[in-house]
């Protein structure tokens, strides 16, 4: 699954910069200068991906020509797709901690956006619904 999205930017009358992702309507952020907004959109996509509990997660669609595109940190990205997958799965979290053998309390941090997980209890997470992270390192784009 692709967590990188691209971004679209408006300068407003003021001179604020606005970011939108228009794969991900909810994530939007401002800052008075592009690059600034550029940075804070990283968290915008975190935050509005957070609130898709229950529904599938957008695909981000292609980057247009000179487009930037934001990626998500690696480990929201990874507890956004254990989530994804639960739901596909209609796996609840208890049946996810039986099956790993491990407490209830430890799946609920596993799918906390703001718990510092583990690689390793991620990737044991992600190896019980049938899945695996694989990484990619590029050059970014300024």
């Known amino acids: 699954m692709n967590m990188a999205y691209p971004v679209s930017f408006k300068t407003y009358a003021n001179g604020q910069v606005g970011a939108f992702f228009?794969?991900?309507?909810?994530?939007?952020?401002?800052?008075?200068t592009q690059a600034q907004a550029l940075d804070y959109a990283q968290d915008?996509?975190?935050?509005?991906?957070?609130?898709?509990?229950?529904?599938?997660?957008?695909?981000?669609?292609?980057?247009?020509?000179?487009?930037?595109?934001?990626?998500l940190p690696p480990r929201a990205a990874i507890k956004l797709a254990i989530i994804d997958a639960?739901?596909?799965?209609?796996?609840?979290?208890?049946?996810?901690?039986?099956l790993m053998g491990i407490d209830a309390r430890q799946v609920r941090r596993v799918l906390h956006l703001g718990h510092?997980?583990?690689?390793?209890?991620?990737?044991?997470?992600?190896a019980a619904l049938g899945l695996r992270a694989s990484v990619s390192v590029e050059a970014v784009r300024t």
């Not at 228009?22 to 008075?32: H, L, Q």
């Not at 915008?44 to 599938?56: I, P, Q």
């Not at 979290?93 to 039986?98: F, G, H, I, P, V």
Request: glycine share 4%; charged share 20%; no cysteine.
């Open 22 to 32: 228009a794969d991900v309507p909810e994530a939007i952020t401002a800052s008075a």
């Open 116 to 126: 510092e997980s583990k690689l390793s209890q991620l990737d044991a997470t992600l």
């Open 44 to 71: 915008a996509l975190v935050v509005a991906l957070s609130s898709y509990s229950g529904r599938a997660l957008p695909q981000p669609g292609k980057a247009k020509r000179g487009q930037q595109v934001v990626a």
């Open 86 to 98: 639960m739901r596909v799965q209609a796996m609840t979290q208890e049946r996810l901690s039986a």
